[in-house]
């Protein structure tokens, strides 16, 4: 049990569409027995939950797209390598690229930590939830957390609600979540290091001028990569999501691919929220952690791309987030002098672990609720448009966005956090420049 | 809990990961160092072009390498 398989042949995140011929019966049964005998309720309230879950699952990959377009271009952003507009352009139009690139979606979603049979229209409503929101709250404190744990931890929630926290596989959980998310950061992060130690040694004798302008253009080539790669396997999560539901509400053929617009939709959801940028994930990664140059942003980018890939196609799936922040780090333990904030990496690590309990926690809640008819679902619904109005309303409070990504190493939530030093210091070296272009001028 | 590791699949994805990493970044640096030195010596009026190739090629091998990244992901090579 709990064998950590390839994710070629079964991703973490997979969609059995042998098992849907059940699953489209528990959906009609499950609704119709909450709701009375009328087949036609039945039927109502089975596509009033299907229409929930696309638009949820929808909702769920634009977080998904702005919480991760920091992995690929934190790093350019940070050393100046592309515009931060130009980085979100090219992440985003080519995530929606590798979302389109690969529609392989017969596989199931549970990844072995429960019963197939466990699954239901309301539990991945109830999970994708979760994962919203645990996403939006990291967002607004600017910490890079994975968001498919984000999303395991969600249907883990609404599974224990509903069976009980024995039907949950705990070697499963330990083996494909928790031991991968300590060992991505290691092996990017050791990459990194090693990278960084050979730009450097190799290029010492180069004019520094003329190593950055190079080592910009391999940067921008290897954060195109991951953003690439980042499509295919994320944009996948969601269109698989949808297409489980639609067969299971028999709307769509079993054994058949995703439709067009699903593939649509989903491509464009992951592609709008990479553009939309995530910038506060972006300062902390980029600034927040390490002061970067532009040959250790080649090496974690590098290290980041070539850990993503060989893990895809040799059996032990990471996640994209925790393997671009160990590279980050570890490009900043591979630089001589270079400034490491460990007490953020602590609290990124914290983060990590609390993934999962926490998205949880938000998944349960949300369970209780999907599982009550449509009544439940349309307030989990509203509760949801609300949690998310309020914590983009508390963003705006301390914005964050591509004109002032790069200002500050710190993402703020209150402005009664903000330290006045640093109001102060702006003011300052604006006055200092001042002050030398009226010296010159005088002059 | 029975946990079984894939122990030997993670040491696997460990070394390709590290090992390609540093081949790219070897490549991608000797690139940059030999460009750049090209342009030194045709600004001292000295023979550049043994450099220049060198240069290109190593950087002609790095885009391989991300070439070969871009095969890996799109499911229609397989």
């Known amino acids: 049990m709990g064998q950590i398989d390839n994710p070629q042949s079964s991703p973490i995140v997979q969609l059995s569409l042998d098992a849907l011929a059940s699953a489209r019966k528990r959906v009609f049964t499950g609704t119709r027995s909450q709701l ?3 087949s036609q309720i039945g039927i109502a309230v089975t596509l009033s939950v299907v229409i929930a879950v696309i638009l949820v699952a929808l909702i769920f990959d634009f977080t998904n797209g702005f919480h991760d377009s920091a992995n690929s271009m934190a790093g350019p952003v940070a050393t100046g390598a592309l515009k931060p507009k130009t980085a979100v352009i090219i992440a985003a139009v080519l995530n929606m690229v590798g979302a389109c690139l690969s529609t392989e979606v017969a596989k199931t979603i549970s990844g072995g930590l429960f019963d197939d049979n466990l699954i239901s229209a309301s539990v991945i409503l109830a999970g994708l939830v979760g994962a919203i929101i645990w996403n939006l709250l990291t967002w607004l404190v600017g910490l890079p957390s994975s968001s498919s744990h984000a999303l395991f931890g969600g249907l883990i929630g609404a599974v224990i609600v509903g069976a009980g926290l024995s039907s949950i596989n705990g070697s499963v ?8 998310a300590l060992i991505a950061p290691l092996v990017a992060g050791v990459a990194a290091l090693l990278a960084t130690k050979i730009a450097y040694r190799v290029t010492r004798r180069t004019p520094s001028a003329q190593s950055e302008g190079g080592f910009k253009y391999g940067q921008a080539f290897t954060a195109s990569l991951v953003a690439l790669a980042h499509g295919t396997s994320d944009g996948q999560k969601t269109m698989g999501v949808i297409t489980l539901v639609l067969v299971a509400a028999g709307l769509q053929e ?10 649509l939709a989903a491509g ?13 994930i972006m300062r902390t990664l980029g600034k927040g952690v390490v002061e970067i140059e532009t040959p250790q942003g080649a090496a974690s980018g590098a290290a980041t791309g070539a850990t993503i890939l060989a893990s895809a196609h040799l059996g032990f799936g990471l996640s994209t987030t925790h393997v671009a922040t160990g590279a980050i780090v570890g490009s900043g333990v591979g630089r001589k002098g270079a400034l490491i904030r460990w007490a953020m990496a602590r ?24 599982d009550r ?16 109005v309020l914590i983009w309303g508390i963003s705006r409070r301390n914005k964050v966005n591509h004109l002032n990504v790069n200002d500050s190493h710190e993402v703020l939530v209150l402005n009664a956090a903000q330290p006045a030093s640093f ?10 420049e001042h002050d030398v272009s009226n010296a010159k001028g005088a002059a | 809990m029975n946990i079984h590791v894939d122990w ?15 081949i790219f970044m070897a490549l991608l640096s000797a690139g940059i160092r030999y460009v750049s030195l090209a342009g030194v010596r045709a600004n001292q009026r000295q023979s550049s072009v043994v450099a220049r190739v060198a240069g290109f090629s190593f950087l002609g091998l790095a885009g391989l390498f991300v070439l070969f990244g871009i095969y890996l992901i799109i499911p229609f090579f397989h």
């Open chain 1, 36 to 38: 009375g005998t009328s």
């Open chain 1, 373 to 388: 008819g449509t009544a439940g679902v349309v307030v989990l619904l509203v509760l949801l448009a609300a949690v998310c």
């Open chain 1, 173 to 180: 959980v330990v083996s494909k979540i928790l031991l991968p």
């Open chain 2, 8 to 22: 030997q699949a993670l040491l696997i994805v460990a070394v390709v990961s590290i090992v390609g990493t540093l």
């Open chain 1, 254 to 263: 079993t054994g058949t691919g995703p439709q067009w617009w699903v593939i």
């Open chain 1, 423 to 432: 109001v102060d210091g702006q003011e300052l070296q604006h006055d200092a």
């Open chain 1, 347 to 370: 609290r990124m690590v914290f983060a990590w672990l609390l993934t999962l309990p926490g998205a949880a926690l938000v998944g349960g809640a949300a369970a209780l609720l999907a």
């Open chain 1, 268 to 280: 464009l959801a992951i592609g709008l929220g990479t553009y939309s940028g995530g910038w506060r």
